[in-house]
C-alpha cells in the first residue's frame, strides 16, 4: 500500500542516518519540536516493474506449450466469434509482456486468454514473452510505397514499415488481415481499454478499418507464427 510504502521508506533512512553519525561520531538529536527539521532524505530506489523483468527464453518454450495450441498453429481461428489467432514471432517481449498483463488484469476481453494468463506470474509472463518474440522485427523507417490516407496516423506509432518506433507499440506487418480488424473493433467497442486507441477507433469508419487492416497485413517483413515442437502427439 502507499502508505505503507512511505513508512517504510522514511524508517529505512533514518536507520541508515542514525548509522552514518555513529560511524562519524556525530551525535543523533531526535527533534523535540514541530520546527525542528528531519535529516535529508534520500530518494528511495523506485521497484522493479514487471516490464522491465529479463525473460528467460528456455523457460518460457516450457511454459509456452498450451499457448502453441492456438499460437504455434499456421491459420488457426478463434472459434467463436471467428477470426484468425495473431501471429507472435516478430513482436518485442515488452508489448506482448504488457498484452499478457492486460488480459490478466481485465484490460482485455478475452476468457480463453483471461484464465490463461490469471495463472501466470510476472516472471512466467517474462518468459513466456521473450520466447515467442524470438527475434523483433528491425524498423526501416519508410514505407514500402504509398500509405493510405486512413493509415498515415496509424505510422505514428506502428511505423511506416509496421514496425513499431518504441517496443511497447505492437508491430503490425504481415499481421493477419482479420484479426487487425477484430483488435481495432475492440478498442472501438470497449473490449480493449486504452483510452488513445479508443479514441482514435471511435472516429474511424468501418471502410478506414479495412484499409488499415488490409495495408498493414500487406507489409513485409512480416510477423511470424511460432513453429510447434514436434512430440509424438503432432500429425505427421
Same mark, same amino acid.
Given at each position: 500500500?502507499?502508505? +505503507? ?17 555513529? +560511524? ?20 528511495? %530506489? ?16 516450457? +511454459? ?15 472459434? $467463436? ?49 521473450? $520466447? ?6 528491425? %524498423? ?5 510505397? @504509398? ?31 482479420? $484479426? ?6 475492440? $478498442? ?15 472516429? +474511424?469508419?468501418?471502410?478506414?478499418? @479495412? ?26
Amino acid at each position: 500500500m502507499p502508505g +505503507l510504502g512511505r513508512r517504510s521508506a522514511g524508517h529505512a533512512v533514518s536507520i541508515t542516518a542514525i548509522a552514518a553519525c555513529a +560511524l562519524s561520531g556525530t551525535a543523533w538529536a531526535q527533534p523535540r519540536t514541530p520546527e525542528a527539521q528531519p535529516p535529508a532524505q534520500q530518494t528511495p %530506489p523506485q521497484p522493479t516493474l514487471a516490464a522491465d523483468l529479463q525473460g528467460d527464453v528456455k523457460r518460457g518454450k516450457d +511454459l509456452s506449450y498450451t499457448c502453441l495450441g492456438c499460437h504455434g498453429i499456421e491459420g488457426y481461428k478463434n472459434a $467463436y466469434p471467428m477470426y484468425s489467432v495473431p501471429k507472435l514471432e516478430g513482436q518485442t517481449p515488452q508489448y506482448l509482456a504488457a498484452a499478457l498483463h492486460g488480459y490478466r488484469g481485465g484490460d482485455r476481453a478475452h476468457l480463453t486468454m483471461h484464465d490463461q494468463a490469471s495463472t501466470l506470474s510476472d516472471q512466467d509472463i517474462a518468459d513466456i514473452a521473450a $520466447y515467442f518474440a524470438g527475434k523483433p522485427l528491425k %524498423p526501416s523507417g519508410k514505407a514500402p510505397g @504509398s500509405v493510405p490516407q486512413a493509415a498515415q496516423l496509424c505510422t505514428s506509432c506502428h511505423g511506416q514499415d509496421g514496425v513499431a518506433i518504441v517496443p511497447i507499440y505492437p508491430s503490425l506487418a504481415g499481421q493477419h488481415e482479420d $484479426y487487425l480488424e477484430r483488435a481495432i473493433e475492440e $478498442y472501438r467497442k470497449g473490449g480493449r481499454k486504452n483510452p488513445i486507441m479508443k479514441g482514435f477507433a471511435t472516429s +474511424l469508419k468501418d471502410q478506414d478499418i @479495412s484499409v488499415i487492416a488490409r495495408y498493414f497485413s500487406s507489409l513485409t517483413p512480416s510477423l511470424g507464427t511460432e513453429s510447434r515442437p514436434y512430440t509424438r502427439f503432432t500429425a505427421e
